[in-house]
Structures are given as C-alpha cells and as structure tokens.
C-alpha cells in the first residue's frame, strides 16, 4: 500500500515531463516522415511520372533506362536545395522569433534577408563574383543590417515594437536596392530576377548546394549548443541570468548562427518569402511551445519550400517561382498574426 | 539541508546605465535567516536586490559570496548557490507547470548532460512543497495569480539554492494569497534553511515576516536591524515621508505601522495637517 502511495507522490513531475518530450518526438516523427514523402515525390513526379525502381536505381548510379538524367541532373539538386534551404530558413526564423519573443521578428520583416539578397546581387551583379564570395557577402551584409537593426532601435537588446519597424523600413530600403541593381542589369531574364526578389529554385545545381549543407552543419551546430540557453531567455533576461545563462553571450550566438543560416541560404536561393516567418509558428502551435521549437521549425522549413516548389512547378496553371507560392500562403498569416499580436501582445 | 552562505557587499554602488541610484552600500544578509528589503517607490530597493543576484553589474565596489567577488564568478557556479525570482517574468505560451519547475534544474546540468532521477525528485519536492503537485501538467496560462506565483516559487526551489532572493514576491496578488506565499517562504526557511532575501512592497508584512529589515531611502541604507529596532515612527518619516503610529500587532505580537493621512485619520490626522 505504502509503495502504492510513493509511486504516486513521485509521478507527476516526470510523467507530465514526459507527456511533453513523447508529443515532440510524435510531431518531430511526423514532420521528418512527411519531409520524406515530399522528396520521394519530387524526385519521381514531375512532368511525367517514374516508377519508384527507377529513381532508386537513378539514385544508386544503376542502370535506369534514361532516367539517371531527370532524377539526378534535374530533380534531385532541386529537392536537396530545397530541403537545405528550407531547414536554414526554418532554424534561422525560429530562433530569431524565440530569441526576441515575438513572431514578427523574423529575419525575412526585419531586413536581414533583404539585406543578404541585395548584397549577393549586388556581389553578382557589380561585383561579378561567383560562389563561396557572393555567401561570403551575404552573410557580411546580414549581420551588418542585423548590427544596424540592433543600434537604431536602441540597446538592451530589447524586442518590442521598434525593433519590429525599425526593420520594416530596412528591408523596403535593401528591397529597393535589389530592384534598383536588377535593372541595371540587363543580361539577366525576368526568371533569374525573380529569384532575387522572391527566391527561386530553379536551375538548382549540385555544386551551389554544398555551401548551404556547409553553413546548416557549422551554424546549425552553433544554434543547436545555444538551444537550452535560447529557451530559458523567453523567461526573461532576469530570470534566465538567475538560471545561470550569459544572456549577452547567449543572444550573440544565436544571433551570428540565425544570420549565417538566412544568409547562406539567401545567397543561394534568394530569400524564399516568408518560410523563415511561417516556420516558428507553426511548429510554437504543434509542439505546444515546447523545447523543440527549433528542431520541429528547421522540418517544417524544409516541408514549406519543398511542397511550395512542386505546387509553383506542376500543381498550378502557370510555372511559378516557389517564392510567389510560399509569399501566397505567407501574406494572410502575417495579418493574422499582426491582428492577434495587437490583441494579446504576442509572444512565442 | 543547505549550507550558510556569506553574502555581503563593500562599498557598493548600484545602477542603470549612467545613472547611480545607490551608493557605498556595506551590508551583510544573515545566514539562514529571512531579510526584507523595503523602502519607498524609486527608493532602489530592486536595484539592490538585482545587484546582490550578479543580474546588474556594480558602479563600485562589490559584492562577495562567501568572500568572492560574485561577479567574478561563473554564472553556472552563483546560480548553483544563489537563485532569483524576478519581479515579473514572462511566461512562454503553453508552458507546463512542471516544465516552467524544471527548468530550474538549468545550472546542475552542462552543454551534454541529460535529465536525470535527481531532476525529477528535485522538481517533484518542489511541486509538493509549493503544494501544486496536482497542478504539475496544467499549462501555466490556466492558473490563478496565486497558483502561477507558486509555480514560479517551485522553480526556484527545483534550482536547490542555498540563498533565495525574492523581488516583490507578493505583487498582483490578493491579501490572503500574500499572507499564503510569505508563510510558504518561512516553510522553507524553517525545513532547509534556505537563506531568503525579499524586496517587499508592505512594511507591515515584512516586518511581521522577516527577521531582518534593511530601509532604503535616498540612494543608501538608512538603517538595518531586527524589525523591532528599524519599525520606528522617525524612520517611517524618513524612508516613506509618511506620518504613523507605531502599535502591537495583536496577532503576532510584533510592532506594526498605522498610517496616517490628511483624511479619515481622527483628531491625530488634523494635527498633522495643521503641522504642514
């Protein structure tokens, strides 16, 4: 009777913990199955579809009878960008929205996408640089406007509304500039534009992907050791200090790891509209604002780009950047989340 | 059971930016004992209690745990010692209460190391003496006022400090959960000797609960002592600009402050007025 008892005293600590780690790991179980769905799907349908034996042979370097072309040359550097990308903006947005407890503070309103996309046309265009030198530039110019951010809207690292439009004007200013440095640059067609000014996957190759795995493992690594640190700040800078977190330090890491990962991946894709301010979100609402945000955000960043992408290239009447697509799903939600930050302030 | 702690400060002054609010402060917080810190609005009795944390960096001077300079301390190894309940935390939407408690187990664990049965019967004690073991898989947004200072109060005990500083500890609540949370402060107090330091907005309260009160006024400590020495009519005067009488608590037997203002104050009150 007594062991009865005891059991029962000492449950509901790690049973309500471990009710909230098992709906994570659910969610995270879920969003990686669905990432793989997509990638099966993009990598066998297109305009016409191949049996399942033949991507996998395609894939394995077999003999697949013609379709080692579409799937490895067209389909799969496409699919890979997408889900590096993806998991870049994903990781990038919701660690800017945990970190400034707001949902509106993601880099893609804020200015530090565009600021990455000026500077890679700008490096491209003005600069005719190529590669690892345009990522390098995008991600100098991103943490410059991220810096530039930070000081007009005035110390203590706080979040609020100035923060907010401070970076709103920014990024109209940076959009301008893209546009202004487009025109001027009269070789490019209206396709490879458009990439620039909403991103864009197409003509993905192998080669430009690389760079962007290389920044997912590098600032990915940095975000995933300053996680823990990351969520005890949404307690409060007090309250997080009290616990132990250089809050400083803490905001410093997260900030370089979140503006190498928008920048990286802008520099490859352009800045893929409103992926990085969906993804938070989304994943705040399935994981119940749990520990997980960050994991469950990068998947449904990928998820985003990757499902966006083949609807803009098969599901609609027109072929349409996957930008156009992603900003169509992203435009009503970021009302929706203005209209219910007025009501109740808004954190995530 | 807790270990004494020597917390104290040396010529230390405190505040924001440029701005000093408190100056050459030397105080000592007894051991194992309950301190309130009280004094007017703006009087920077919150910027003491923030400074002793290691939350603000000192002007001049220091603060020295145990004969260290806290600031020169990790922040790990102070929040292993010493913890904080801010004035007004945020809570994250749809937190548990058992997941807010346990994040108070943050500076037992490094950058690998994983939740373990010494985390779970930490929190576990925690929830069952705030008393709101029942409320573990709540979500915080659904508690009362009353039930939500708890739960912030059971992360700061799963912390396992040896001192405990509280600011405000008893705002935004009702009487009857003020009187709840202070006595839920003395449990502790009295179980593992936690050394407890609050800033506390009722002289009356604070005088009745601690056992040692430091008055700020005027950008220093104006007096310090047993509530007894510091609960006079002169130093009311001085650190709140307020005219009292001070009479016996009929309940607790301690001193306590009657105030008395221009109106509805009896012949005493127009005395008064008719002073200024």
């Known amino acids: 009777m007594t062991l009865i008892i005891d059991t029962q005293a000492a449950a509901p600590a790690s049973h309500a913990r471990n009710r909230g780690t098992r709906r994570a790991v659910i969610v995270l179980n879920m969003l990686g199955l669905c990432l793989v769905g997509l990638i099966a799907l993009t990598l066998s349908c297109g305009q016409g579809c191949l049996p399942p034996a033949h991507v996998l042979a395609a894939l394995t370097g077999a003999d697949a009878g013609g379709a080692d072309f579409v799937v490895n040359d067209l389909r799969l550097p496409r699919a890979l960008m997408s889900l590096v990308v993806g998991l870049c903006f994903g990781l990038g947005g919701a660690a800017f929205q945990v970190m400034l407890r707001n949902p509106l503070a993601s880099p893609d309103i804020i200015g530090i996408s565009a600021g990455a996309g000026a500077a890679a046309v700008f490096a491209i265009v003005v600069l005719s640089l190529e590669g690892w030198a345009v990522s390098a530039v995008a991600v100098s110019a991103g943490l410059g406007i991220a810096t530039l951010i930070w000081g007009l809207s005035s110390g203590r690292g706080a979040a609020g509304a100035r923060l907010i439009l401070v970076g709103i004007g920014v990024s109209a200013m940076l959009n301008s500039v893209t546009s202004y440095l487009l025109l001027d640059a009269p070789a490019w067609d209206r396709a490879e534009a458009m990439r620039w000014l909403t991103g864009s996957m197409n003509g993905a190759q192998l080669v430009q992907v690389w760079p962007v795995v290389a920044a997912l493992a590098v600032f990915g690594g940095l975000l995933a050791v300053s996680a823990r640190d990351l969520d005890l700040l949404r307690l409060g800078d007090d309250a997080a200090r009290a616990l132990g977190v250089r809050s400083d330090a803490t905001r410093f890491r997260v900030t370089l790891a979140a503006v190498g990962l928008v920048a990286f991946a802008t520099s490859a894709a352009g800045p893929v509209a409103f992926v990085a301010f969906l993804s938070g979100p989304i994943a705040a609402r399935l994981t119940r604002g749990g520990r997980f945000i960050l994991p469950a955000a990068g998947l449904i960043g990928a998820i985003l780009v990757l499902a966006g992408d083949y609807a803009g290239q098969f599901m609609l009447p027109a072929r349409l950047p996957v930008g156009v697509v992603t900003g169509a799903i992203g435009a009503p939600f970021l009302l929706l989340l203005i209209v219910k930050a007025n009501r109740n302030g808004g954190t995530l | ?276």
């Not at chain 2, 346990?102 to 500076?107: I, L």
């Not at chain 2, 029942?134 to 200072?149: K, N």
């Not at chain 2, 430091?214 to 007894?228: N, R």
Request: glycine share 8%.
């Open chain 2, 1 to 276: 059971m807790t270990m004494a702690r020597r917390l104290r400060t040396k010529d230390l002054s405190a505040g924001y930016d440029s701005r000093v609010i408190l100056k050459d402060i030397s105080l000592e917080v007894p051991a194992g004992r309950i301190t309130a810190i009280v004094g007017g609005n703006a009087s920077g009795k919150s910027t003491l209690l923030r400074t002793l944390a290691r939350i603000l960096k000192p002007k001049g001077g220091s603060v020295l745990l145990d004969d260290n300079v806290i600031h020169d301390m990790p922040s790990n190894a102070v929040a292993r010692i010493m913890g904080l309940l801010p004035q007004s935390p945020i809570a994250p939407e749809g937190i548990t209460v058992a997941d807010l408690v346990g994040r108070g187990r943050h500076p037992h664990h490094g950058l690998f190391s994983r939740w373990n049965a010494a985390d779970d019967r930490a929190v576990t004690d925690a929830l069952t003496a705030t008393g709101i073991a029942g409320l573990a898989e709540r979500d915080l947004d659904t508690l009362s006022g009353g039930q939500r200072q708890r739960a912030w109060i059971a992360m700061a005990l799963a912390q396992q400090t040896d001192l405990l500083l509280l600011d405000e500890p008893t705002t935004f609540l009702d009487v009857a959960h003020q009187i709840d949370v202070l006595d839920l402060l003395v449990d502790m107090n009295l179980s593992r000797r936690t050394t407890v330091v609050m800033v506390l907005h009722d002289l009356n309260l604070a005088v009745r609960y601690a056992d040692h009160l430091i008055a700020v006024a005027q950008g220093g400590i104006h007096c310090q002592g047993t509530p007894a020495d510091v609960l006079t009519e002169a130093t009311v005067k001085t650190v709140f600009g307020l005219d009292c009488r001070i009479v016996t608590d009929p309940v607790s037997g301690t001193s306590t402050m009657v105030p008395i203002g221009r109106h509805k104050s009896g012949s005493v009150g127009q005395e008064a007025q008719s002073r200024k």
